[in-house]
């Protein structure tokens, strides 16, 4: 068996300790006989598998006890419908446009009521986050609308908005447990867990109480309604059920490594590995704003493209996978979430110098 350095976006690396205990674990799940993906939803075990995935998530994030957690299905992409029609109670919203993902999430939004776009970094590619300090929110806005880390384009949000007062809502999904937060400033905290926490079909959802209502746009279906899920415990249904396993595992194991704070340590001082590097090369160059880097996701360029094929190509070949950026951007793009070793990221910078070395 060998494994590779996967740079991938998501899904992504998991910590390796925790797909061996999966495999441990896959014929005869804790004495039960079965496998987790055998047994009911329903069952004593799988109970004590998803009561404990939330207290240990709640433990890592510091969630106060008026904030429910639902792990649900659909993608991230399913709340870019499920948060307007479970808040768009006076039909507004504000939404700050800074790649994909937050503009898909407009686009959705603009179906259920009035989506106002109140800024935007469109302007240079998402390369940056506009100054949110003092931005004309909508007097009756439900909501203001984040995409807190920008997988596609590697811009992070280092201050959140000012929101004048009105929720916060915040896809986090490519920076999920990355470092800590204060959950307090947010109504809503999503994610879907294939970037950092595990494997692709869960999407966590942190909402405050509040939020909770039956007051939903008329038709929104049962399955899409957050009360809905969270009167059941997320187990109205079937849930993704060892997808929720495998967060369950991922969450034990960032606290046994000391947990946010320590992640966060780790990843600034993996991201400062590359940064530097990048600063400092003739050949490559970061394609983000400085003072808007993400510590997750680094997109970066030679300025040809045969180059970057090139570059892609051999660092393939010596075992550094998925480096490739986003078809809409293109150059490369190394993600590395929290189960990227550091040593992942030294090697891939040894690698560059040396690729810089022979075509520079
Ligand atoms: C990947 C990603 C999505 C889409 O996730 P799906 O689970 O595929 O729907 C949304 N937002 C962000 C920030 C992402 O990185």
Redesign the pocket.
Known sequence: MSRVYNFS??PAVLPEEVLKEAADEMLDYNGTGMSVMEMSHRSKAFEEIITEAEQDLRDLMNIPDNYKVLFLQ?????QFSMIPMNLMKNKVADYIVT?Q?AK?AFQEASKYGKANKIASSEDKTFSYIPDCSDLPISEDADYVYI?E????YGTKYKTLPNTKGKTLVA????CFLSEPVDVTKYGVIY??V??NIGP?GV?IVIIREDLITEDVLPGTPTMMQYKTHADAKSLYNTPPAYGIYICGKVFKWLKKMGGLEVMKQRNEEKAKILYDFLDQSKLFKGTVEKKDRSLMNVPFVTGDQDLDAKFVKEAKAAGFENLKGHRTVGGMRASIYNAMPKEGVEKLVEFMKKFEAENC
Do not use: E, P, R, Y
């Not at 880390?149 to 596609?152: L, V």
């Not at 896809?171 to 490519?174: E, F, G, I, K, R």
């Open positions: 976006a998501g659909g993608g991230a992409s399913l790649g993902w898909k995409c880390n920008n997988t596609i896809d986090v999904s490519s994610g879907g294939q970037k692709a999407v």
